[in-house]
Structures are given as structure tokens and as C-alpha cells.
């Protein structure tokens, strides 16, 4: 391990670093994206997965975690000043950290018998991140998204994701037309419009679960071809958050598993 001062915002680190922050075409393109902050690094590290390169400032590199990191770690760190950091940075105050990842290429091929989370045009990066982690925690394990949902390896959803992502087969780009028929399994779609209560189902067997935009909800796609479901609310609120919603989803789904186990 070799410890590189970097002191340029012109340096072609530097630049590369902002446009993998800043640009999903770029990321698309060089096949990388960004890690910021001890935890998702460590938690990429742990999970046997490479880091190419690491980013801290020289204050922070007697740090506990980033000494941990140096462990699990054998290529260069680059050091930049204080300043040049806070200028890359999305975290505000949090322990300078920051790492150039590849982008994950699995070999699996949609499994059309198994537990499945669509995301169908869900746009905002804190809920797609959540909803990940939400479904990681349920034990599902396969993730489908749409051409309008949110960057899956954009910074700002491995953020939100806290880690999630890596344990999730996730795909992307997915034309709904194309798998929806091809699951052998209930399919469900979350809509405050319907009546059918989530509680009334039997969610103890293999199932999908669609949720859709934040604003319009599912497409007209989804609900024609899925059994639409609501969450009842007695409190009369016109919706919920769908990063809220998808989580009550998936936690009945265990609860009622767990009663039948």
C-alpha cells in the first residue's frame, strides 16, 4: 500500500471523482460509481468485493474505521487537503472516506419463482435506497427496475441503500410488458385507489410486489396486469410515502410467514 498526496482540483483523479458524483452517463460509461463514508466501504470491503482506489485527508487516516479499512485494503490512498475534500463530498461532516468502485456484473438471469421487488418508475434516490434496504432485510433477494427509476449505483441510492445493494441481484432497464407475464407467482401492485386490503392476502407463498412513482403511482401497465392492493388508513390520508408503503408490504409478507414457519 503507497500512501499519493493529491493538492489539484485539476488533477484527472479529481475530475474523474466529480463526474462519477455528478454524472450517470459517465458512471454508465466507465462501468464505476462511488462509495462515500466509512460504513459503505467497509461493508463493501467485507463483503470480498475490490476497491480501486481510496480517498481520505491526512487527519483522517489515523481514524479507528479508515485503519480498519487499510486492512481489508491493499492498493494506493490518495490524500487530499481538507478543502479539496469538502469540495467532493455529499456527506457534509462525516469521516472523509470515499471510494472508486466497479460497478457489479452478475450472471443471473431473472428467476420468475422467486420473491421480487419492481420498482416501476420510483425517481426519488432516498426511496429507492430504502426500499432496497427494506427488501434486503425481508430476505428478498431480486430487485427490477424500470427505465425511469433512479440510477440503482447512483451515490446518492448506495447512500440511502446502506449497504443493501450488496446482497441484491439487481436489474435494470427492465420493460415491464416483457416479465410481468412470465412470473409464475402472485403479482402486486400497491394503489391507493383500491379497496382490497394488503391484510386480506395470503402472502405466506413466493410473490412480486410493484411499486410505482411517487406522484403518479403505478403504470397503467402494472395495475392492469397485477392484483392492485391498499394499505387501509383509517386516519384519511390520501397516500403514503412509497418507500413507507413498500416496507409495510414487505412486513406483513414476513410477519405472516414467520406465524406459518
Same mark, same amino acid.
Request: charged content about 15%; overall charge negative; proline content about 3%.
Given at each position: 500500500m503507497s500512501i499519493i498526496y493529491l493538492e489539484s482540483k485539476d488533477n484527472p483523479k479529481i475530475k474523474h471523482i466529480r463526474a462519477l458524483t455528478e454524472q450517470a452517463s459517465y458512471?454508465?460509461?466507465?462501468?464505476?460509481?462511488?462509495? /462515500?463514508?466509512?460504513? *459503505? $466501504?467497509?461493508?463493501w470491503l467485507e463483503a470480498s468485493r475490490p476497491i480501486k482506489s481510496l480517498f481520505t485527508t /491526512?487527519?483522517?487516516?489515523q481514524h479507528l474505521d479508515i485503519e480498519k479499512i487499510q486492512t481489508l485494503y491493499t492498493g494506493h490512498i490518495f490524500i487530499l487537503s481538507e478543502v479539496l475534500y469538502r469540495d467532493l463530498? !455529499?456527506?457534509? !461532516?462525516? %469521516? &472523509? $472516506? =470515499?471510494? +472508486?468502485?466497479?460497478?457489479p456484473r452478475h450472471q443471473h438471469a431473472i428467476d420468475f419463482?422467486? #420473491? !421480487?421487488?419492481? =420498482? #416501476?418508475? +420510483?425517481? #426519488? &434516490?432516498?426511496? @429507492?435506497? !430504502? %426500499?432496497l434496504r427494506s427488501a434486503a432485510a425481508a430476505n428478498i433477494k431480486q430487485i427490477l427496475c424500470t427505465p425511469a427509476v433512479s440510477s440503482i449505483w447512483s451515490p446518492r441510492v448506495l447512500r440511502a441503500g446502506m449497504g443493501a445493494h450488496f446482497s441484491l441481484f439487481c436489474f435494470e432497464q427492465v420493460d415491464l410488458s416483457r416479465v410481468l407475464p412470465q412470473f409464475n407467482i402472485p403479482v402486486y401492485v400497491t394503489s391507493s385507489h383500491q379497496s382490497k386490503s394488503l391484510y386480506s392476502e395470503d402472502l405466506t407463498q &413466493? $410473490? @412480486?410486489?410493484? %411499486?410505482?412513482? /411517487?406522484?403518479?403511482?403505478?403504470?397503467?401497465?402494472? *395495475?392492469e396486469h397485477a392484483q392492485a392492493i391498499a394499505i387501509p388508513q383509517p386516519g384519511g390520508q390520501e397516500s403514503l410515502n412509497v418507500a413507507i408503503?413498500?416496507?409495510? $408490504? %414487505?412486513? /406483513?409478507? @414476513?410477519?405472516?410467514?414467520?406465524?406459518?414457519a
Open positions: 458512471r454508465k460509461k466507465q462501468q464505476q460509481t462511488i462509495l /462515500e463514508g466509512t460504513h *459503505l $466501504c467497509l461493508a /491526512e487527519a483522517a487516516l463530498s !455529499t456527506l457534509g !461532516t462525516s %469521516l &472523509p $472516506c =470515499l471510494a +472508486v468502485i466497479d460497478l419463482n422467486q #420473491d !421480487t421487488l419492481i =420498482l #416501476d418508475g +420510483v425517481q #426519488d &434516490p432516498g426511496n @429507492v435506497g !430504502t %426500499l &413466493p $410473490c @412480486v410486489w410493484i %411499486l410505482g412513482n /411517487e406522484g403518479q403511482g403505478a403504470s397503467e401497465y402494472a *395495475l408503503a413498500g416496507s409495510i $408490504c %414487505l412486513f /406483513e409478507m @414476513v410477519r405472516q410467514r414467520q406465524i406459518t
